[in-house]
């Protein structure tokens, strides 16, 4: 779950930074045109789903707080190419001034909760969830983290300081699962504990040990299935996620199967922007 305070605080920053890599000193074109009232649109040129209205507001907001933003949808809504996402009023060169900075933001996160709406729906009639990873773009993983949860997908943790995930490079023949999870667990006793596995053995190690997920590292079908079947034959049994060459063709068989959750990377690194566009609509 994104902490409010957290967010508001990374909005403000990210835009400040976007800003001042864009405008810098100050908009030379802008300096020699005329200055007057316009009414400008945001159009979209794709289906969508919609992610990224605060650091818009929060840009129009830094370069001029008069600028005023209506806006036809929330975040979160899917909507259909060629309509008006929102209406802006205010002085021309503010709002072309803020034009980039504001369709990058809006671009980049509605591509990452369209992606991810596009798994989420695939998966429809099932119980698993759909989780993000840590293979953000640098710098802005809580705002995508924030586009996932738009796109109807769950954040898996947010770093390396929020939950303990043991993966192949933590265990080692001196240091067991089993003994790794319990040293977390009297260190950590109120944090999210999951192993990463690779095998069917590995699996039972794992259940064994009480971790409170067991991620399935690359299990083809059949061994999804017979994981799920030990897990839930088990009195340890816990959540499973799945993992590894997940497509947006296998997902739905892969949910059938009765993981809990399954985490997809493409959600936040294979996207391309959506095809936005501002244009004055009136002066």
């Not at 045109?33 to 907001?61: C, H, P, Y």
Request: net charge positive; proline share 1%.
């Amino acid at each position: 779950m994104i902490l409010a305070k957290n967010l508001k605080n990374e909005i403000k920053k990210s835009v400040t930074i976007a800003i001042n890599e864009d405008i810098g000193d100050g908009d030379l074109t802008s300096s020699i045109t005329e200055n007057i009232k316009v009414s400008a649109v945001i159009l979209t040129r794709e289906d969508m789903t919609l992610s990224g209205q605060a650091w818009a507001n929060e840009v129009f907001n830094q370069i001029d707080p008069k600028i005023k933003i209506e806006w036809m949808f929330n975040d979160g809504d899917t909507i259909k190419k060629n309509k008006t996402l929102a209406i802006i009023n205010g002085k021309r060169n503010s709002i072309v001034m803020a034009e980039r900075c504001v369709l990058n933001f809006l671009q980049t996160l509605s591509s990452t909760a369209t992606q991810t709406r596009r798994y989420v729906d695939a998966v429809n009639g099932t119980k698993c969830k759909i989780l993000d990873t840590r293979k953000t773009i640098p710098g802005l993983r809580l705002a995508q983290k924030y586009a996932v949860s738009c796109g109807g997908g769950k954040n898996h943790r947010f770093g390396l300081f929020d939950a303990i995930l043991l993966k192949e490079n933590h265990i080692t023949n001196s240091s067991s699962i089993n003994e790794l999870v319990k040293i977390g667990r009297i260190k950590y006793p109120n944090i999210l504990i999951e192993v990463e596995v690779e095998t069917i053995k590995q699996l039972k190690e794992a259940i064994k040990s009480g971790a409170d997920r067991i991620l399935l590292d690359n299990f083809n079908q059949e061994m999804l299935q017979e994981a799920c079947r030990i897990n839930s034959l088990s009195k340890n049994s816990t959540e499973l996620e799945a993992s590894g060459n997940i497509t947006i063709e296998n997902i739905k068989n892969i949910a059938k199967t009765g993981v809990d959750f399954i985490s997809v990377g493409a959600i936040t690194k294979n996207i391309k922007s959506i095809d936005l566009s501002m244009l004055i609509d009136s002066w």
